[in-house]
C-alpha cells in the first residue's frame, strides 16, 4: 500500500501546532530522538522533518506529497504547489520597515535604498511592480539588526505583535503580504495518494470546525425560545428540549468562536439564563 509523504518543519514556529493537527487528526507517530524520519503506527504516512526552506522544493520534486509551511515560503520559493488547506495558525504580515526616527514620505523612500531581507524574490517582485530600483541585501536571519549596525536602510520581514521591531527602534512602512501556515500539495498526485488526502484533509476540517465552534446550553422562558432560536444558528437548527419546571425550555446549539459574545449577549437580552458553554473535540458537518 502506498504511503503518503508529509514534510514538517523540524523545529520552529510551524513544528508544535503542525503536529499536533496531525494528532488531533487521530495519526499517532514513532519519533526517536533525532530522527528525521518518522512513521504511523495507524496511518499510512511518513513524516519528513526538514527546515522550512526546505519544504516547498520538496515538495515539487515530489520527494514529499504534501506539506505544511508558511505562505510567505511558498510564495518565496515560488515553485508551482497547490493549496489544500489554509490551516489558519503561524498568522504573520511581511512589511518593510525603516528607521522610526525617518521619516516615511511613501514608498519612494527605498529608491536608491538598500534593504535587507530573507525574502529577496517577493520584496524584488513587489518593487518592480511599484517602480522602485532599490538595492536588495539578501541576510538569513535576525533582519531587523541590519539598520542598527549599518549594513542596509530598511528592512523587509516578518512581523506579527511588532516588538521586535520596536526593540530595534524600526517602524513598520508598508504591509507587502499576510500569511498564515498552508497544507500544500503537489502536482499530480497517484489517485491513491489523493484518496489518502482526501481522508486527511476530512480529519484536518473536523478538528478545524470543532476550535472554531462552541457548544452552548442555555435555559429560557417558553415565550422567549422563538426569539432565542433566531439568534442560535446551530448545525441545522437548535434542539430545544422541555425542562421539568413547567413554563421553561432548555435549548442546544452550536456557535462560531468568532461570533461568542455578540450572540451571548443577544441571548441574555432575550431572557437566556444558566448559559454554559463548552469546547468541542470533532466536529463532523
Ligand atoms: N513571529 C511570528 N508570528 C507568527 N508566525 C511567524 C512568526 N515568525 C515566523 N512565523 C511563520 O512561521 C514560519 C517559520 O518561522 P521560523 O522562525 O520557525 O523559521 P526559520 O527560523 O526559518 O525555521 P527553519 O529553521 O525551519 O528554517 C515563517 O516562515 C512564518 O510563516
Ligand atoms: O513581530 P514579532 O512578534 O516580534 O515577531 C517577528 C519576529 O518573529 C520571527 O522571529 P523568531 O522570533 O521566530 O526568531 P528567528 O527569526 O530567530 O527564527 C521573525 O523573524 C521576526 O523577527
Ligand atoms: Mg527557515
Known amino acids: ?3 503518503l509523504r508529509i514534510a514538517l518543519q523540524k523545529k520552529g514556529r510551524l513544528h508544535d501546532d503542525s503536529m499536533k493537527l496531525l494528532k488531533e487528526a487521530g495519526i499517532k507517530f514513532n519519533i526517536g530522538s533525532g530522527k528525521l524520519v518518522a512513521q504511523s503506527p495507524n496511518f499510512p504516512i511518513e513524516v519528513l522533518f526538514l527546515r522550512d526552506d526546505d519544504i516547498p522544493q520538496t515538495i515539487a520534486d515530489k520527494v514529499a506529497d504534501i506539506g505544511v509551511v508558511g505562505e510567505n515560503e511558498v510564495e518565496e520559493k515560488d515553485f508551482k504547489l497547490t493549496i489544500a488547506k489554509r490551516l489558519g495558525f503561524s498568522k504573520c504580515r511581511i512589511s518593510l520597515a525603516i528607521p522610526k526616527a525617518d521619516e516615511y514620505p511613501g514608498l519612494e523612500y527605498f529608491q ?17 511592480e511599484k517602480n522602485i530600483s532599490a538595492n536588495i541585501h539578501e541576510i538569513a536571519g535576525s533582519v531587523e539588526i541590519a539598520p542598527g549596525i549599518g ?4 528592512i523587509f520581514d516578518i512581523v506579527s505583535s511588532g516588538s521586535t521591531l520596536v526593540a530595534n527602534r524600526l517602524k513598520e512602512v508598508e504591509v507587502v503580504m499576510q500569511s498564515e501556515a498552508l497544507l500544500v500539495q503537489a502536482e499530480d498526485m497517484s489517485d491513491e495518494k489523493k484518496a489518502l488526502l482526501q ?9 478545524m470546525a470543532a476550535s472554531s465552534n462552541k457548544y452552548i446550553l442555555l435555559n429560557a422562558p417558553n415565550d422567549k425560545v422563538d426569539e432565542i432560536v433566531k439568534v442560535l444558528p446551530g448545525m ?13 425550555s432548555s435549548i442546544h446549539s452550536v456557535i462560531s468562536e468568532k461570533q461568542f459574545w455578540e450572540i451571548i449577549g443577544k441571548l441574555k437580552d432575550n431572557g437566556a439564563e444558566g448559559i454554559l ?3 468541542i473535540e470533532k466536529m463532523i458537518l
Open 1 to 3: 500500500m502506498e504511503k
Open 112 to 128: 536608491g535604498k538598500k534593504v535587507a531581507t530573507s525574502y529577496p524574490v517577493i520584496l524584488k517582485k513587489y518593487f518592480a
Open 151 to 154: 549594513l542596509a536602510d530598511g
Open 199 to 207: 481522508e486527511l484533509l476530512f480529519r484536518i476540517n473536523a478538528v
Open 236 to 248: 441545522k437548527s437548535p434542539t430545544v428540549l422541555p425542562l421539568a419546571q413547567e413554563g421553561w
Open 277 to 279: 458553554t463548552f469546547p
